[in-house]
């Protein structure tokens, strides 16, 4: 069956730019989570949907990020401003109610 | 914030050889799971524990679930050339947020 899926898998962007990444979760599961990967380091949290809302938003950065999930299916996460620090993978993972998370393969971004 | 603590940060071993690493954590998680990740793609789900105490296999791998709720290790035996990767292990508390590791970075030499 289809895993998690990300587009693009690759982005690179100048500097003050504005980029969404996608994610398409397997089918039929609720929860959505957003992560950030750095070079050398493990994934950390961004934000985690249950369904159409945001249950969880405490790992964004700062508010140049946001994230939208409107029909509880496709996310889509976006970055205003894009500064040089905001490059690293962005992983998407998805579950059901509980349980384990399903990554997909990540975009990788680097503003420029 | 919670941290998660894992060990060795690298090994190299030679095929056929057992594997062990760990995961403590300062803080109490409800679930631990283990990760691995290739170049280029995300992580893996290996092994989920949900209790304390809880040993669980998945063909070469065992990992099991600390009694004092804030350690976990993973050991994989007879090692292979495809075991090569890192492996994370993450945590899940009271939210739904997974605390990862920093990776353990396997090296199998054939």
């Known amino acids: 069956g289809a895993g998690v899926s990300q587009t693009p898998s690759n982005k690179v962007t100048e500097k003050g730019k504005y980029v969404e990444l996608r994610c398409d979760p397997i089918?039929?599961?609720?929860?959505l989570y957003w992560y950030r990967q750095s070079l050398g380091q493990g994934p950390e949290f961004l934000i985690y949907f249950q369904g159409t809302g945001a249950a969880d938003d405490s790992g964004l950065p700062n508010d140049r990020f946001f994230a939208v999930r409107p029909e509880g299916s496709v996310s889509t996460l976006k970055i205003q401003r894009t500064e040089r620090g905001d490059s690293a993978v962005y992983l998407c993972?998805?579950?059901?109610?509980?349980?384990?998370?399903?990554f997909g393969p990540g975009t990788r971004l680097t503003v420029l | 914030g919670q941290q998660l603590n894992q060990s060795p940060q690298s090994m190299f071993i030679q095929e056929g050889e057992d594997v062990s690493m760990n995961c403590t954590s300062s803080?109490?998680?409800?679930?631990w799971l283990w990760y691995k990740q290739e170049p280029g793609e995300g992580p893996v789900l290996l092994i989920a524990l949900y209790k304390a105490g809880e040993l669980t296999s998945n063909g070469r791998l065992t990992a099991q679930f600390g009694i004092t709720r804030k350690d976990s290790f993973l050991n994989i035996s007879a090692s292979i050339p495809s075991d090569v990767g890192i492996y994370f292990c993450a945590g899940q508390g009271g939210s739904e947020k997974l605390v990862f590791g920093k990776g353990t970075k396997l090296t199998v030499n054939p």
């Open positions: 089918s039929g599961h609720t929860a």
């Open positions: 803080s109490i998680f409800n679930t």
């Open positions: 993972a998805s579950s059901l109610t509980s349980g384990g998370q399903f």
